[in-house]
């Protein structure tokens, strides 16, 4: 029992670079969710899905793109890498409305 | 101001000691209250999850909410080295888009 699925644990960039993060849940969950954590900040919602083909931007939507490819996936895109992306990046996902969020361990991304 | 406080810590305790950890919100229209806890290097994992105010107990763990004062507490009695961990309080505004608003989380050490 997988739960959510982060691919890859850590990535290091250059500035300028791209990356695709990926995220995969198997609870049959409507909702997807990308946070970002960093010292002192909290975990901070960059994008979110409440159901598949739709999507909605968070509290921290500058520089991410996301795609919900089906229920179960949903990716967060880096077009052009900043330093001030370095951060540890987490899915998750939920059920019904007002549910807990089930969370992956994390995509550790530095950006140099 | 920031809608949820949390004091970051760390708290050191020796072990079988009882920990309080707790958090105070500004937003009246939260309804849902959760603690998470995340070991290092981990996605917050669930403890507690509670509707409205009033206490719930598991096992060692207690959860507190007061909505008229607008402060919730978690409450861990005969604390263990593997209660070590941060815990974040999170909670939801029971509107339509199921989003968390979390604390910054208080790191928790307890000493054997």
């Known amino acids: 029992n997988a739960g959510v699925t982060q691919t890859p644990k850590f990535q290091v960039l250059k500035t300028g670079q791209s990356m695709t993060l990926q995220c995969a849940q198997d609870m049959n969950h409507n909702s997807m969710y990308w946070y970002r954590q960093d010292p002192g900040m909290g975990l901070r919602l960059i994008y979110y899905s409440a159901s598949e083909g739709t999507t909605d931007k968070g509290e921290v939507p500058n520089g991410y793109n996301v795609s919900r490819l089906n229920k179960r996936e949903f990716s967060l895109r880096l077009e052009s890498a900043a330093p001030s992306q370095t951060s540890v990046y987490f899915c998750?996902?939920?059920?019904?409305?007002?549910?807990?969020?089930?969370f992956g361990n994390g995509t550790r991304l530095t950006v140099t | 101001q920031k809608e949820v406080e949390q004091d970051p810590g760390p708290l050191s305790v020796p072990e079988g000691a009882i920990v309080s950890l707790n958090c105070t919100y500004s937003?009246?229209?939260?309804?849902?209250f959760m603690w998470y806890r995340q070991y290092s290097r981990k996605g917050p994992e669930l403890l507690m999850y509670t509707y409205s105010s009033g206490n719930k107990e598991d096992g060692r763990f207690t959860a507190q909410v007061d909505k008229s004062s607008k402060y919730i507490s978690l409450f861990i009695r005969d604390s263990q080295p593997s209660d070590s961990a941060t815990y974040l309080c999170a909670m939801i505004g029971g509107g339509a888009t199921n989003k968390l608003i979390f604390g910054t989380g208080t790191l928790l050490a307890v000493q054997p």
């Open positions: 937003n009246s229209a939260f309804q849902y």
């Open positions: 998750a996902s939920s059920g019904q409305q007002n549910s807990p969020l089930h």
